[in-house]
């Protein structure tokens, strides 16, 4: 493996697929937002996961503090200098809040009318309900998805590759990341938790990052 300081950005952002394609997936099922949209922004927003704000605050999609924020804070230089910016204790509470962030506020209630699978209205919807100044964001995201076909992500289908894990009507399995729990992977993946547990061998429910877990396959 090449040492992260000699990583292309082709390979930052893969290895970035890799680690969050599923998380991305998961928000999707339960908010409606577009995986591909999700990981796009987490992609661009994040620096490829390598800016200050995401390896110093797990922020992943430069939510600012804004009125309602309780938790940490981390100030950062952006439109302004010296901006307030959200402070997660991992990365997939960044994700979760994203999703609440974008669910809860009636400026982007309008994107839940499009469907996930028209990544480009939603794009373009996002620059127009003041998520991002830069006026080019949606072409931005557009071209992340397309060049990394992270629409595959966006299929309610089970069958998505990421990494070396293949979902498909053949074995399956889920490498550990962090933030994952065994009740969280049994209910992504609609098996009971039992089974999960009984078909990896474990004597409790403790799991460990990297991690590989057989996932059974429904008939």
Known sequence: MKAEKNLTNQEKIEQYIDQFGLVAKAEMKIYGIPASITLAQGILESGMGYGRLATEGNN???????????????????????????????????????????????????LFDIKTSN???????????????????????????ERFDLTRFDDRKEKVLIGENRVSNQNKSHTVIKGDTLYSISKY???????????????????????????????
């Open 60 to 110: 992943h999609f430069g939510i600012k503090c804004h009125k309602d924020w309780a938790g940490k804070r981390i100030y950062h230089d952006d439109d302004r200098k010296g901006e307030c910016f959200r402070v997660y204790k991992d990365p997939k509470t960044s994700y979760r809040d994203h999703s609440l962030f974008l669910k809860d506020r009636s400026r982007y209630a309008f």
């Open 119 to 145: 990544y480009k209205a939603w794009a373009k919807g996002l620059k127009k309900a003041g998520y991002a100044t830069d006026p080019k964001y949606p072409d931005k995201l557009i071209s992340l998805i």
């Open 189 to 219: 993946y609609e098996i009971p938790l039992e089974e999960l547990i009984e078909i990896n061998q474990l004597s409790d429910q403790t799991i460990y990052l990297g991690q590989e877990l057989r996932i059974p396959t429904k008939n």
